[in-house]
Structure formats: structure tokens, C-alpha cells
């Protein structure tokens, strides 16, 4: 069993930036392939980014790319996302993910094992 414990939300105005950090317990995040996704009110949840287990290959969907940074700490188990230039689109609840897998290159089309309880980040204009 693993638990995502996510935190850095807040509200911010356009243009700002913010930090999200995901600390993981239960077991070694090492093994995990780890990403972000987001809900906004009214929408599916959707991917946001993802890291494979090594912080060697990452995925972004397309609205944020360029924009969000995602990053890893396997000796602090944790698992950022920098977003830079935020809009007030960005708004939604930021979910942590992980899924099991050394081959795990993306969480964009796989189902992630575990969820954590998610964190409220709203931009506006």
C-alpha cells in the first residue's frame, strides 16, 4: 500500500507560480512511475504530467508544456511539479499518482495503482 500526500496549493493570479510537492509513505517510490493529474469543476479528470521511475523520461500533456516541470526525489520519496505562467484555466484540484513498474514510461494513458487525496490550486484573472 502506498499513501500520496500532496501539498503547495493555494490561489495565486495569472502569471504566478506554484509548487506542488507529493510525499509518498508505504513503500519506495523508486519502483513507481509517478504523475499529476488535475479536475476542474464540472470536467473529467484529466493527465497532467509524469515521470518514469529513474526521473529519465517524462510526459506532458499539451496545455501544459512548456509551462510545468515535473521532478522526483526518490531519496526524499517525493515527486514535484513546477508551474510556471499559470492561467486561470489551471484551476482544479491537483491529484498525485503513482503506478508500479520499472517500464513504466507514462501515466497518460495507464491507470495509475494509488491516488492521493488532492490539493486545491486556483488561478485568477
Known amino acids: 500500500q502506498v499513501r500520496l500526500v500532496e501539498s503547495g496549493g493555494g490561489l495565486v493570479q495569472a502569471g504566478d507560480s506554484l509548487r506542488l510537492a507529493c510525499v509518498a509513505s508505504?513503500?519506495?517510490?523508486?519502483?513507481?512511475?509517478m504523475g499529476w493529474f488535475r479536475q476542474a469543476p464540472g470536467k473529467d479528470r484529466e493527465f497532467v504530467a509524469s515521470i518514469n521511475w529513474s526521473g529519465a523520461i517524462s510526459d506532458y500533456a499539451d496545455s501544459v508544456k512548456g509551462r510545468f516541470t515535473i521532478s522526483r526525489d526518490n531519496a526524499k520519496n517525493t515527486v514535484y511539479l513546477q508551474m510556471n505562467s499559470l492561467k486561470p484555466d489551471d484551476t482544479a484540484v491537483y491529484y498525485c499518482?503513482?503506478?508500479?513498474?520499472?517500464?513504466?514510461?507514462?501515466?497518460?494513458?495507464?491507470?495509475?495503482?494509488?491516488w492521493g487525496q488532492g490539493t486545491q490550486v486556483t488561478v485568477s484573472s
Open positions: 508505504g513503500r519506495t517510490l523508486s519502483v513507481y512511475a
Open positions: 499518482a503513482s503506478r508500479y513498474g520499472w517500464d513504466v514510461e507514462s501515466l497518460a494513458t495507464m491507470r495509475p495503482d494509488y
